[in-house]
């Protein structure tokens, strides 16, 4: 009889529990990050490890270590912006370093398509950074100007003289006509004939 109670008890926590788990299955499921999600924190956490390595190499001089170790991090599709900007900057100040000016505005410029408003001060970055930083925002902003805004008056200019020349040139060919409209006014009219 011990036995038949033992294994009644058994069946329903072994039911309990088989339910208990298709719902949370069932509840639960939406919660859990997807599969390629999992993948994307990883890489980001390897790729933030690898970055730490790389700005360890820069301090310790190994520029090139610095920038292989960066750029395999930068090979990963599923990075945040954040981190992706993070590389960059180390890969500006790589750059800098081997006084590759030209390498390091075509990383700035990348780290400006994916901040726009980035501005480092000379507290986060080295003063060469800074200064390439604000050259290439003034260059943008140059670009996306209107052309009305960068030099549009020039044209009005060009315009309103060569209305002006046009006038001045009308006048004078006009002008001669008047003069011989004057001559023709100061002759004297006949006297009209005298009526009955």
Do not use: H
């Not at 980035?118 to 604000?134: A, D, F, R, S």
Request: proline share 5%.
């Amino acid at each position: 009889m011990f036995r038949i109670i033992k294994n009644k008890f058994l069946l329903e926590n072994i039911s309990r529990f088989l339910i208990t788990c298709f719902l949370a299955m069932l509840f639960l499921e939406p919660l859990i990050p997807a599969q390629g999600m999992l993948i994307a924190s990883d890489d980001n956490s390897t790729c933030l490890e690898q970055l730490d390595q790389a700005e360890n190499y820069y301090y310790d001089g190994k520029i090139e270590l610095a920038i292989n170790l960066t750029m395999q991090c930068l090979k990963n599709k599923n990075i945040d912006d954040t981190i992706k900007i993070r590389a960059f900057k180390i890969l500006v100040r790589t750059q800098l370093a081997r006084e590759d000016i030209q390498s390091a505005k075509q990383f700035v410029n990348k780290i400006l398509d994916l901040n726009p408003s980035y501005q480092p001060t000379i507290e986060e970055e080295i003063p060469q950074m800074v200064n390439i930083v604000t050259e290439i925002k003034k260059e943008r902003e140059k670009l996306n100007q209107k052309p009305e805004e960068q030099g549009g008056t020039n044209w009005f200019w060009i315009g309103a003289g060569g209305v002006a020349a046009v006038t001045v040139f009308a006048l004078v060919i006009s002008g001669n006509g008047n003069k011989e409209k004057k001559e023709d006014e100061q002759k004297e009219l006949p006297t009209p004939p005298v009526f009955p």
